[in-house]
T-cell receptor, first 112, second 119 residues
Framework: AQTVTQSQPEMSVQEAETVTLSCTYD???????LFWYKQPPSRQMILVIR??????QNATENRFSVNFQKAAKSFSLKISDSQLGDAAMYFC?????????FGGGTRLMVKP | GAVVSQHPSWVICKSGTSVKIECRSL??????MFWYRQFPKQSLMLMAT?????????EQGVEKDKFLINHASLTLSTLTVTSAHPEDSSFYIC???????????????FGEGSRLTVL
């Protein structure tokens, strides 16, 4: 089975500090997309950032950036200047073969 | 961004009854919709993929006769949990994908989710 793995069930960061969430994936597809989604307590899935596999440049969205290592099949999320509102579940996901597969999630706690 | 609306957001029903959950794409045509199930503190598990006008494709282990999915139009898909039992209690989330333009990048747009409690 083609999987997405998040090895950190929980992470904690001090407000204003930087935190990195890890994700590795497996795929046999040559064309695929990678995503990080945020799920706050409201349970609404919110897209944080997207990376096209064919692009070498790492995606960046304001305080959020990724480290995409295609050969290693690694896709980590860095959150800079962490804010209290960043506290949520974060899911790494891979789109390939007309299917979006999620990792197990990482619960991020932000300490004031 | 594109909007997907899911209704109801919360439903309680008695064991043995059927419950229908609607998923609508409000400002785009969703050729493909996906239904996920999420247990507490767990990830989203894909239940089925539905394409407009055709039968849904169910993931292994998902009972197609229990979870009826209809995608009769480009803006509406429904999930009906038939003869619901307490073990069907869960959080159900739909998502939609359009075609063409910026939507054709694999990005899915998610509904708000529906919490089903079967007594």
């Amino acid at each position: 089975a083609q999987t997405v793995t998040q090895s950190q069930p929980e992470m904690s960061v001090q407000e204003a500090e930087t935190v990195t969430l890890s994700c590795t994936y497996d795929t046999s597809e040559s064309d695929y997309y990678l995503f990080w989604y945020k799920q706050p307590p409201s349970r609404q899935m919110i897209l944080v950032i997207r990376q096209e596999a064919y692009k070498q440049q790492n995606a960046t969205e304001n305080r959020f950036s990724v480290n995409f290592q295609k050969a290693a099949k690694s896709f980590s999320l860095k959150i800079s200047d962490s804010q209290l509102g960043d506290a949520a579940m974060y899911f790494c996901a891979r789109w390939a073969g007309n299917m979006l597969t999620f990792g197990g999630g990482t619960r991020l706690m932000v300490k004031p | 961004g594109a909007v997907v609306s899911q209704h109801p957001s919360w439903v309680i029903c008695k064991s043995g009854t059927s419950v229908k959950i609607e998923c609508r794409s409000l400002d785009f045509q969703a050729t493909t919709m996906f239904w996920y199930r999420q247990f507490p503190k767990q990830s989203l598990m894909l239940m089925a993929t539905s394409n407009e006008g055709s039968k849904a494709t169910y993931e292994q282990g998902v009972e197609k006769d229990k979870f009826l999915i209809n995608h009769a139009s480009l803006t509406l898909s429904t999930l009906t949990v038939t003869s619901a039992h307490p073990e069907d209690s869960s959080f159900y989330i739909c998502s939609a994908r359009g075609t063409g333009g910026p939507l054709n990048t694999g990005e899915l747009f998610f509904g708000e989710g529906s919490r089903l409690t079967v007594l």
